[in-house]
């Protein structure tokens, strides 16, 4: 009896289904994709980079700058206090980003309008000690804080009077916020705090006195520390000296304070001299004689028509004396002033000019430098009476204009510019009014002239090399009959292409 054969028609046992299996498998992939999640974020975190494609780099900060925020081992704090009406409120808000970004969170960026913080605008105009009403930035780092006024953050051009009354507001033309930061952040990182004494006993106006509050001002704003200093109470220069600043001596040096002006001179010293004309300071004349810098004892004037009154007080155009010369930045300081070279400012006050002898300069190993230059129509008169009388020039005795009225002096630099030598450095004016309040308010490029001086003379012209970032308006003209067809593109063919996919939309459903 042979076995029955299996019938064909029997229903197939269903295959098993694996589920630890699969299971496993749907575990493993979504324990996968968790990895890969989280190491694109890990490397997106801390591998972020960012490129600017924009026409002028607006937003891309220089190797310097990296350079400096790569020297913080501590937090730094930065405030912008900024109303939202100021021109540059966006560009700055956008480049402290930037900075925060480059700095890897050290730098903390907290940002403050005066009117709509109003609390906290007030809280810190209490710490802070500022106006309510002023546009900046301040940094603070290890219990130091720095100023970086909106002025020095933009070159500005100046709506008309009209445009002015209209609330229209002045067209920033440079954008040199990130130089004026990334200075603030240099003297931050400077281990102490650089002291300047102030020479008083001459006929000095005193530090805490008005005629110097802006420029006391701003040299603390600058980690610039003044301090009074009468030569004839001590026995030599303190040691912590970083500067010596003369401010318009009218009486003269005794024969041991220029004895240790000399030896403070020959120590790699920086002397930051303004001369008043009016003064008797012979020995202090020969002293700057011997470095090459030679006072004239002129006065820099040249004749004007202005208005005044008559013996009937009736007010009368009649010819008058300029004595507040105009003066250049020359371009051969802009190691000094960076961007200043070119620009025309005018010195409140009696200016007197100086001869310089760069043979005699060479022999001795010094250098000097050409800072300011008065204008042609100026000359230095040697026989200066008062301002009522009229002067005449005479080319026997007195000096054809253009006149030096500022230089320095740099003693033991080599030709290589890139060697790096410790050198002494000075700078002369043969003026004092200008650094006066009244003279900043006159021409408030003083006050940049005389800062960026400090900052030649104490070494700090690091940052040279940040330029400023012009602001180029981009027009497209376009011919009359593109912008036709643009109007027709955006008036008609793009609004009725939405339409009509939505009409095609709405009668696919209804079908």
């Given at each position: ?24 498998n ?27 494609f ?68 007030k ?76 020479l ?13 509050a ?9 980690n ?113 002033y ?31 430098i050409?800072l ?97 970032k ?10 009359k ?8 593109a ?22």
């Open positions: 009896m042979q076995p029955a054969e299996p019938n064909q028609n029997a229903a197939e046992k269903p295959a098993r289904i694996h589920r630890l299996r699969i299971g496993t749907v575990l493993l992939q979504t324990l996968l994709l968790l990895a890969l999640v989280g190491m694109a974020n890990y490397v997106a975190l801390h591998r972020f980079k960012r490129w600017d924009s026409r002028s780099q607006k937003f891309a900060l220089s190797p310097v700058t990296k350079q400096i925020l790569r020297g913080f081992r501590k937090p730094v704090r930065a405030i912008v206090f900024f109303n939202a009406g100021s021109p540059l409120a966006s560009d700055v808000s956008t480049l402290l980003r930037e900075f925060e970004f480059a700095s890897k969170k050290k730098l903390e960026v907290e940002s403050v309008d005066p009117y709509l913080n109003v609390l906290r605008a809280e810190l105009a209490a710490r802070y000690k500022f106006g309510s009403n002023e546009n900046f930035v301040l940094l603070e780092y290890n219990g130091r804080t720095r100023f970086v006024q909106a002025q020095a953050m933009a070159d500005l051009e100046q709506a008309d009077p009209l445009g002015a009354f209209a609330g229209q507001t002045p067209r920033i033309l440079a954008f040199k916020g990130e130089q004026a930061v990334s200075t603030a952040l240099l003297e931050l990182l400077e281990d102490r705090q650089n002291k300047a004494y102030y008083i006993g001459h006929g000095e106006p005193g530090l805490d006195s008005e005629q110097v802006t420029f006391r001002n701003q040299c603390r704003r600058q610039i520390l003044l301090t009074p200093l009468n030569l004839s109470e001590v026995d030599s220069v303190p040691e912590d000296a970083s500067c010596i600043v003369g401010f318009g001596a009218r009486a003269d040096f005794s024969e041991r304070e220029i004895q240790m002006l000399t030896q403070y001179w020959s120590k790699n010293g920086r002397l930051f001299l303004l001369l008043d004309p009016d003064g008797r300071t012979d020995r202090l004349d020969t002293f700057l004689l011997e470095n090459c810098v030679i006072p004239t004892h002129d006065r820099v004037v040249r004749n004007s028509m202005g208005f005044a009154r008559d013996e009937n007080q009736q007010i009368v155009i009649k010819p008058i004396v300029a004595a507040s010369p105009g003066a250049t930045f020359s371009e051969a300081g802009r190691e000094v960076k961007e200043l070279s070119g620009i025309t400012t005018q010195l409140l006050g009696p200016t007197q000019s100086f001869q310089l002898d760069p043979q005699r300069a060479h022999t001795k190993s010094l250098r000097l050409p300011l230059k008065s204008v042609k129509e100026f000359w230095g008169e040697t026989e200066f009476l008062s301002p009522t009388e009229t002067p005449a020039f005479d080319p026997t005795r007195d000096h054809p204009g253009p006149l030096d009225l500022a230089a320095a002096v740099e003693k033991g630099a080599v030709e290589d510019r890139r060697v790096n030598v410790e050198t002494s450095r000075m700078i002369v004016v043969g003026n004092a009014s200008w650094l006066s309040d009244e003279g900043l308010r006159q021409a408030q490029v003083g006050l940049d002239f005389a800062l960026n001086s400090l900052n030649w003379l104490l070494n700090r012209e690091q940052l040279i090399g940040i330029a400023p012009e602001k180029n308006l981009v027009r497209l003209d376009l011919p009959q593109q912008l036709q067809k643009v109007a027709l955006v008036l008609v063919a793009i609004p009725g292409l939405v339409a009509l996919t939505g009409f095609a939309v709405w009668i696919a459903r209804r079908s």
